[in-house]
């Protein structure tokens, strides 16, 4: 035992023999031999698997392996491989590995450099186990994992346009860094030729595959050839062809051949294709070359002419020593497969619209866009300004240009599809936009308004659209607020912004929330109106990235949404704040439209419950919008200690109410008002007014009707609630909401 485990030299190896040898628990694994060379630390090792009962690949219950590590470097991983016999060739997860001599199995996909901080011996040995318990039960390869590549490449770099991988292309880029070439395919023909690196392209496309094992990856064309023959297709044939033709010909002396091969895949046997895999090679130095090894041309240096050669076949040409360079290639993303890298819920495409490109919304659309979700109409009147770089997507070079477009050229530039639109306009004066706008927001599945306008909310609920949201920072920067209609619209925005006033005045969890409205602001031009309020860069994007996951999960629900994150500078947390959105009642006569909460109701119904059978009351509170003729009641505040109640009249009294709506008010940033009053009616009393009603009616009109404020009186009964709305010059709406159980 001492001296099979002083034989390796690499630490892991001696982990390996020290668990299998010393172990007081059973390894599941038997060491057969230990063997070194000048390089190399060799294991032999016969695992006990386990194995289900129905096996879909034949894995036995023993099966022997030979581990091989680098005996002085540890930074090297170790190469697993079968030395059973007759173990399944072609498998997904394994490949003829050259120089080891056998079939390698693919253990880990993680770095090595990562998985070999925490790998021990016993690990290793666990890990390779469930490897081949996983190959047994086919589940090595899951079915939401990409289709394994059936060669592998090397340091060169192919990249090619996204969508469907069908030709021709073109080169638009190339680049050459630390000897590793770059080359960027484009599907359109450049207007100028790139001629850094000159290269023909020859793209023919093999017969469908099905993956499986990799292949030994082919470092000459005899071997390419063979892998393209036992794939059904002469590669060296069809080449031949492509060298003989007249514009190959033409540059056979500057352009370099450069071999991309589609090969489309399935899963299954008899599946679609699912996938294709591009194979690239560049081989030879340039055509001319290329064409005197197959035996097919001939070139007179002095003329600089390259013919066909007569009698010339490629059958003459020892394939096997015509190098080649194997290239790594990747596709630019689109929409599609960037949800794959962000790990997007949503499948599609989802047409989206921002009012505002400034702080919050430009981060987020860019967020929102780099997940995949998108494209993304926007729409903003204003310029980008020198201090907007601070904290906005647009940079220095967008100053002076509309931050709409600019934001749409950084939107497109993120993957190559781009699709996004500008509306350079403000929403209250689209101009010759207006036709344009309206169809954009009746297009867009989620229309969000980032303008942190209370105006361009209310415009936004007020239009023909699927759903809108809002989102925006409180006044200090340090609190985010995401509010979202439901997909049917039963709540409307500004309907949930009303319910947020309220909420932020009376919430414990949202204290001082708009304390800091009226904070210093930094003056950046001459303008009376030319001032900014400072904001950490860094709680700007920190804010944004949560906006940016909610706007991803309100496309994967139906429901309306008010969520607040209040964050804290100073430590970095974050304190997320979940207010349930109240279903309303709206009633709409004219040009004027009038909501109720269903907790004003409930509210109501509860105090009226307690005060048995005597009437009681109170004041009601709200919000409203004196452009658009709105008013929203929030609030039913309960009857001062002062008030008379008795079975047949109501009189509010006036203790403590004054100081306690100006609170409402300060807390809410002036939002919050006293709009009218409310009683309720006992026993059977039918929940209309009455002549006594009819005056306190009266009254509020002259008191608040004046001042040009609504004045509202609610009835609660038994059976149901009334309520009627007034305001001077708008007329007069009623309603009934009647009571649930």
Known sequence: MGEAF????????????????ESPNHPYATLTSVSRDDT????????????????KVQIRPREPVRLIFMSDDDAWHPRVLSRREDFPVGMVHTNLDREAGGLALCIWEEAWSDLATNLTGQALIERIRTWFSLMAAGTV???????????????????????????PWYIRQAYKHYGQITLGLSKEKPEREVTTHNFAIYTPQLPGQLHRALARTPHDLGALQQLCLDLGFD????????????????????????????????????APDEQVELWCYTLGENLAQLGELLDVTITEPQADLTTEKLFGNASNADLSSIAMDPWRVVQRLDRDTARQFAGTAHKTDTPLLAIGAG???SNVTMMVARSGIGPWVVVDGD????????????????????????????????????????????????GEHVAALDAALRDSQIAVDFSASPAVLGWLSDQPMKRGASAFFGPDGSDLVVLAENNSRTVKVDEIEAQYFWAVATEPHLTGHLSAA????????????????????????????????QLARLIENDNACFKVWRLEPATGAVQPVIIPVQQVHRYQVGPMRVTITDNVVSTMREFRRKACRNETGGVLVGTFDLV?????????????PDSKQAPTYFIRGKEDLKPRIEALAAGSAGRLHYIGEWHSHPGAVPARPSDDDEGVFAHLETHLGSVGSPFIMAICGERDSWIRAGWTERGIVEGVVTHGH
């Open 6 to 21: 002083e034989g390796p030299r690499s630490q892991l190896a001696r982990s390996v023999v020290r668990y299998l040898v």
């Open 40 to 55: 190399f630390d060799v294991l032999d090792i016969e695992l006990e698997i386990e194995l289900e009962q129905r096996r």
């Open 141 to 167: 390869h899951g079915d939401d994992q990409f289709l394994e590549p059936l060669i592998l490449s090397s340091s060169h770099t192919l990249i090619i346009p996204s969508g469907e991988i069908k030709g």
């Open 235 to 270: 590669l060296v044939e069809d080449l031949t062809r492509w060298l003989l033709k007249p514009e190959q010909l033409k540059e056979a002396n500057r352009l370099q051949p450069i071999l991309i091969l589609t090969v489309p895949k399935s899963r299954e046997a008899g």
């Open 359 to 361: 702080a919050i919304g």
């Open 383 to 430: 310029i980008t300004m020198p201090h907007n770089t601070v904290r906005q997507v647009q940079g220095n070079t967008s100053v002076g240009y509309p931050k709409a477009l600019a934001l749409q050229i950084e939107l497109d530039q993120v993957f190559e599809e781009g699709g996004n639109t500008a509306f350079p306009v403000n929403v209250f004066s689209p």
């Open 518 to 549: 009226r904070l210093d602001k930094i003056r950046y031009a001459n303008a009376c109106q030319d001032l900014s309020r400072p904001l950490q860069p860094w709680q700007v994007q920190t804010l944004c990235g949560l906006a940016a996951g």
């Open 628 to 640: 658009r003729n709105v008013v929203h009641v929030v609030a039913a505040l309960p009857a001062p």
